[in-house]
Nanobody, 122 residues
Framework: QVQLVESGGGLVQAGGSLRLSCAAS????????MGWYRQAPGKQRELVAA???????NYADSVKGRFTISRDNAKNMVYLQMNSLKPEDTTVYYC????????????????WGQGTQVTVSS
């Protein structure tokens, strides 16, 4: 199994910055895409940003130009640098990893972190 541990959430004023980190550990043969999602109460979980194993990135329109996703393949970590934060960015952010845990199977599983709260005050 693969475990994901997120850190870096918190309270910040509008216009401020936060950096989220997510560390993947456990039985990992390889990691494909890594990403960040967020989910507001009563709403569906939505993609914030994703990055492939080759470094290709994808962002939600609402965060383009403000957020930057990156990864450290040697450390099995993914980061989300969030700048120019807005009150509407307030919600819980989840780390997402697509990984092959076993060398003897080509099946790729999707794993989720426990979520980290980001609160942006106006």
């Amino acid at each position: 199994q693969v475990q994901l541990v997120e850190s870096g959430g918190g309270l910040v004023q509008a216009g401020g910055s936060l950096r989220l980190s997510c560390a993947a550990s456990g039985s990992i043969f390889s990691i494909n895409a890594m990403g960040w999602y967020r989910q507001a109460p009563g709403k569906q979980r939505e993609l914030v940003a994703a990055i492939t194993s080759g470094g290709v990135t994808n962002y939600a329109d609402s965060v383009k130009g403000r957020f930057t996703i990156s990864r450290d393949n040697a450390k099995n970590m993914v980061y989300l640098q969030m700048n120019s934060l807005k009150p509407e960015d307030t919600t819980v952010y989840y780390c997402n990893v697509e990984a092959r845990p076993y060398t003897w199977s080509t099946i790729v599983y999707t794993y989720w972190g426990q979520g980290t709260q980001v609160t942006v005050s106006s």
